[in-house]
């Protein structure tokens, strides 16, 4: 049995003079070792991208967090602060292809921009700025402390009894998780349920209700530090689990 194929779309990065398609070491890892699947890497070329080429080899898909923003536009807004970074090539990649695989069933596990994706995919809308919503905390990691420091615990989730999210974690009422994100969930797309609530009430994860295949969407980082992190081992297992059931039904695993 080869390993099942997880698709990691990519972000545009300026490296030196030039522009790449770059997918952070962490997540591609916690592919490999946290869900024990093939990581396989997608350009952000936008309506270039063939998907049913892509979804034709997929198992599974992981999008993963960046310093970029989901384009306002995308939800029906204007930009309140268009110095911070932008990814149009990502945003036009990826929010296709979350349709298209959720439609096929394929796993989905989205972290931190991906979990915005998900939500703006399916008609959901952000805030812009949570820290600036009223009765709302400050989310985002303070940038002048250690990556150590930045990617540490900072506040506690309550997990939605009977949820997917409880389940995989056994029966876990509340979790530590880490909190470096500027943006967040507004409106909550159509059909997707919330797992997981920050003490402020902010959704910090959520499952797509009906969708015949797994689905988690995450705020936080469990990618970081995975080895360490027992919550975050479960989480990637049972994608992982998950990306195995698919490639079997699909009948080439062997």
């Known amino acids: 049995m080869h390993r099942p194929i997880v698709i990691v779309p990519a972000c545009i990065n300026q490296v030196g003079v030039h522009p790449n ?13 946290g869900a024990g699947c093939q990581p396989l890497i997608l350009p952000a070329l936008g309506e270039a991208t063939d998907l049913q080429a892509v979804l034709a080899v997929a198992d599974g898909i992981m999008l993963t967090g960046s310093p970029s923003n989901v384009h306002a536009s995308l939800y029906g807004q204007e930009l309140r602060d268009p110095s911070l970074p932008l990814d149009p090539a990502r945003d036009a990649t990826t929010l296709p292809l ?36 009223e009765g709302m905390r400050d989310h985002r990691e303070p940038k002048h402390l250690s990556l150590e420091e930045q990617y540490a615990p ?3 989730v309550r997990l939605e009894q009977g949820g997917r999210l409880s389940r995989i974690l056994e029966g876990a009422t509340e979790i530590d998780v880490n909190s ?7 409106t909550l797309a159509p059909g997707l349920q919330v797992e997981a609530r920050a003490g ?3 959704v910090e994860a959520y499952s797509v209700a009906d969708a015949p295949g797994f689905t988690l969407a995450l705020q936080w980082h469990p990618e970081w530090r995975l080895e360490h992190n027992p919550d975050s081992q479960k989480m990637f297992l049972a994608f992982g ?3 195995r059931i698919y490639q079997s039904k699909a009948g080439r695993g062997a």
Do not use: M, W
């Not at 470096?180 to 507004?186: C, E």
């Open 21 to 33: 398609h770059t997918a952070q070491r962490k997540y591609v890892d916690a592919v490999a070792a």
């Open 98 to 133: 979350i349709r298209a695989a959720l439609a096929r069933g394929l796993p989905l596990l989205a972290i931190c921009r991906g979990f915005q994706e998900v939500n703006v995919a399916l008609g959901g809308t952000l805030h812009q700025a949570v820290h600036e919503v």
């Open 154 to 156: 900072s506040h506690r």
């Open 180 to 186: 470096l994100h500027g943006q967040g969930i507004a």
């Open 200 to 202: 402020d009430g902010l």
């Open 241 to 243: 689990q998950a990306c």
